[in-house]
């Protein structure tokens, strides 16, 4: 499949995920969902209409935000782990999202608002071709999104610009433990459904410390692979990557 | 968005910096305008206090 045509099944499907609530998680709630993966409940209950249940890990418990941090999201959704991060930095940090699906950044900017924060801001962008200055970074965080970009080269180069002298990058994200079927590649679902589009551990891995970064494994969870991906080998991984 | 974030912001394409061109504001918060890039001769839209700086597929 083509990278724009990826792009395109991708926003399709979380323009949905953000107007009707369908999750790529087959069925589970959203809130079942993000304590499996290290939310907690006070977390998830104070911004219940920011949690989409479409992560796989949770960057922002195990990463390390600091008071005045500025902190951009990859993917930021409907804005749950940026409203996190955003309580983490306080008022005199900022927190950016950036998402390339309209209806995410419409809800996010409305739950932002909803729930009284005035330093976060969200915009539409592509997180390959980041609209973010060089070297303005302190802390990125991604959740369950590098896999859907077809370049995942160019995300972390970009990434790799923007932070700062030793800015630190929180991801959690899936990675296969085996080579997919080539039927199971080109599956629109699993695609959309974070599985078709994710790469090898080790390569995965290997594409960050390419682009510069000192990675660091915080988590891996394979269970996740039962829970909710139908027991396809892959797991969720939760790195730390800082710019030395 | 606010215009204090301006300083954070480039064109998505040549990472060059925007110039800020205001329609509407509201409480230091701007609510329509446009951000453009004078190396790529590109408009990024700012509607409802979203900037849109997805790359056109012109650029």
Do not use: W
Request: aromatic share 4%.
């Amino acid at each position: 499949m083509k990278d724009e045509d990826v792009k395109r099944a991708v926003k399709r499907h979380y323009t949905q995920a953000a107007t009707k609530g369908t999750c790529c998680c087959g069925g589970a709630k959203d809130e079942d969902i993000s304590k499996a993966l290290g939310y907690v409940e006070k977390d998830i209950s104070a911004f219940p209409e920011a949690n989409l249940g479409l992560g796989c890990g949770n960057p922002i418990a195990l990463g390390r935000i600091r008071e005045g941090d500025v902190v951009l999201d990859l993917g930021s959704g409907a804005g749950l782990d940026c409203f996190l991060a955003a309580r983490k930095v306080g008022t005199t940090g900022h927190v950016i999202g950036v998402d390339m699906t309209e209806a995410m950044i419409e809800k996010a900017r409305k739950n932002a608002a909803t729930y009284g924060f005035k330093h976060v801001e969200f915009r539409l962008g592509d997180i390959g071709q980041l609209p973010v200055d060089n070297a303005s970074v302190d802390v990125i965080i991604s959740n369950c999104v590098i896999n859907l970009a077809p370049d995942k080269k160019a995300v972390f180069a970009d990434a790799y610009r923007v932070l700062k002298h030793k800015g630190r990058m929180f991801i959690s994200d899936i990675v296969l433990l085996k080579e997919l079927t080539s039927e199971q590649r080109n599956d629109v679902d699993l695609i959309t459904g974070c599985v078709s589009g994710a790469m090898l551990r080790d390569e995965y891995l290997n594409l960050i410390k390419d682009a510069g970064f000192a990675v660091t494994i915080l988590a891996e969870n394979t269970a996740i692979s039962k829970q909710q991906y139908q027991s396809i080998p892959l797991e969720s991984l939760t790195v730390e990557a800082t710019k030395p | 968005m606010k215009k204090k974030v301006m300083d954070l912001l480039c064109c998505p394409v040549c990472k060059g910096p925007l110039v800020l061109h205001v329609d509407s504001e509201e409480k230091g918060e701007i609510l329509s305008g446009s951000l453009s890039c004078s190396h790529c001769k590109v408009r990024y839209a700012i509607t409802e206090g979203i900037p849109d700086l997805l790359p056109h597929e012109s650029a």
